[in-house]
């Protein structure tokens, strides 16, 4: 098996190969290290890379399964981390300047379920700095660029795991998401992000933003391989304070049950003149293939749900100045511009808005639930268009010129404000041969049903298989 042909396999192909002692841990790390080295210098999705502690792992899981302690299907794989997850030993940055020396003591929770579960971490992502920003054009690390056009954006903040997915420099990897940052990159690199339920995953000993916005989640080239990676790192955590403990299902036992029967809602209200319409198009003949397949599509309407941008930022910004008031204070010139802007205004927020924004924000989490007493699942485009160019900071929507952050990301920060899990998945391309996504989003702690639509509409379209031009 050629370098490439490892490259793009899927973790669940990947598992099967070394289960059956078809390919070893080993070969498949040292054929991922090789193809960064190859293509990492023109992408820049790696902020650190692990070469020697990814081999000396996959060396001993190689061991381990000859020994017949073969710990499933993550066991051998190779996965990155967004650079906000700490890895014992190994620095953290956050994509900053201010941690740039930052090495943790020990690992974060997810980081170990992955490495208990025989998981071989490769490296470090890339990302927008502290997570402030949708194009990953970062000022101390350089900016990471889209593997389907090098001029374009991968999307943000967890651009560099997207990038690193989608070109083959990891079978999968860990985001985060606090106002779209899993999803959105995804989709404009063309592979599958999932933002589970709020307190699904651990968020202790991650880098956080916004403590009641953040959560973590997997990015992969298929639906299965994110249930796979979901089903690893979910669960109870005692050290994270808003961890749920609800029970964690078997994602993969129901994922192939098909959406005959399911009601689907379709949102399509948009914050400025809606998706474009290479967009629309995709989205509309995603709603009738679902429909073809026995899913019961309406619409679906969200009284509310043009106050998510604003009530989104507001508290955002009030939680993400209090973790950086003491940074703000003693090294103001060590973030980029576009950062420390963003966090210096939110300072001036007063409580009395951010209290009104919590009221907001209940609000539309009650009519997303009404909602979703009528509907199994409601869909959504992910993205209202495809990747921008680097360095574009506005865009014209209609008679409106809005910065690149409100341009590209209305659709997904209503499933951080209610904490509802949210699954993004290929559904087309444009002319111009740019990916875009479908956004379905599930109830609480419902991920299955989530990734049974997700893989319902994948096994009928060929969009995941795609391969970027890199090379």
């Not at 740039?100 to 971490?121: N, Q």
């Not at 690199?189 to 933002?195: A, L, N, R, S, Y």
């Not at 000993?205 to 690893?232: I, Y």
């Not at 499933?415 to 875009?436: D, E, Q, Y």
Request: charged share 25%.
């Amino acid at each position: 098996m050629t370098q490439l042909d490892i490259a793009f396999q899927t973790i669940s192909e990947l598992a099967q190969l070394i289960k059956d002692k078809k390919i070893s841990p080993t070969e498949i790390t040292h054929a991922t290290l090789d193809r960064i080295k190859l293509l990492d210098k023109k992408l820049n999705s790696y902020i650190t890379v692990m070469g020697d502690e990814a081999i000396k792992a996959a060396q001993q899981a190689e061991k381990d399964i000859k020994k017949g302690n073969y710990k499933g299907p993550l066991h051998g794989v190779p996965i990155s981390l967004k650079d906000l997850y700490n890895t014992r030993g190994i620095r953290t940055t956050g994509g900053s300047k201010i941690l740039a020396d930052f090495i943790p003591d020990e690992d974060c929770t997810v980081t170990e379920r992955l490495k208990t579960a025989g998981a071989i971490i490769v490296g470090k992502t890339n990302m927008h700095e502290f997570a402030l920003g949708v194009s990953n054009e970062n000022p101390h690390f350089g900016p990471c660029r889209n593997p389907w056009d090098l001029e374009r954006i991968p999307g943000g903040s967890s651009g560099g795991s997207a990038a690193a997915v989608a070109a083959g420099l990891c079978a999968g990897s860990m985001g985060s998401d606090t106002g779209g940052s899993i999803r959105i990159p995804a989709a404009l690199c063309g592979i599958v992000g999932f933002k589970p339920t709020f307190g699904r995953v651990s968020k202790a000993g991650v880098l956080p933003l916004a403590w009641s916005m953040d959560h973590a989640g997997p990015m992969t080239r298929s639906v299965e391989d994110a249930a796979l990676m979901l089903q690893v790192i979910a669960g109870w955590d005692p050290k994270d304070p808003s961890s749920a403990k609800v029970p964690v299902a078997n994602y993969r036992r129901g994922l192939k049950a098909g959406v005959k029967g399911l009601r689907l809602g379709i949102l399509k209200e948009g914050f400025f003149k809606g998706p474009d319409s290479e967009v629309n198009e995709a989205f509309n003949k995603t709603v009738a293939l679902l429909k073809n397949l026995g899913a019961a599509t309406s619409k679906a309407s969200i009284p509310h749900i043009e106050y998510t941008p604003l009530t989104l930022r507001t508290i955002t910004s009030v939680e993400s100045a209090s973790v950086h008031e003491k940074w703000l204070n003693t090294r103001p010139d060590d973030y980029g511009a576009d950062v420390r802007a963003r966090l210096e205004v939110s300072r001036l927020i007063l409580a009395s808005d951010y209290l009104r924004a919590q009221r907001v924000r209940s609000l539309i989490r009650k009519e997303f639930l009404e909602a979703l007493n009528k509907f199994d699942a409601l869909l959504v485009p992910t993205c209202p268009m495809t990747a921008l160019k680097i360095g574009e900071r506005s865009v014209k929507i209609g008679d409106k010129v809005v910065d690149v952050m409100s341009a590209i990301g209305p659709y997904a920060p209503s499933f951080n404000l209610t904490g509802l899990p949210a699954l993004t998945v290929p559904c087309g391309f444009s002319k111009a041969g740019l990916p875009i996504g479908l956004q379905i989003i599930g109830k609480p702690f419902d991920e299955g049903l989530v990734l049974r639509v997700g893989w319902a509409y994948e096994a009928n379209t060929d969009w995941h298989l795609r391969r970027p031009p890199i090379g």
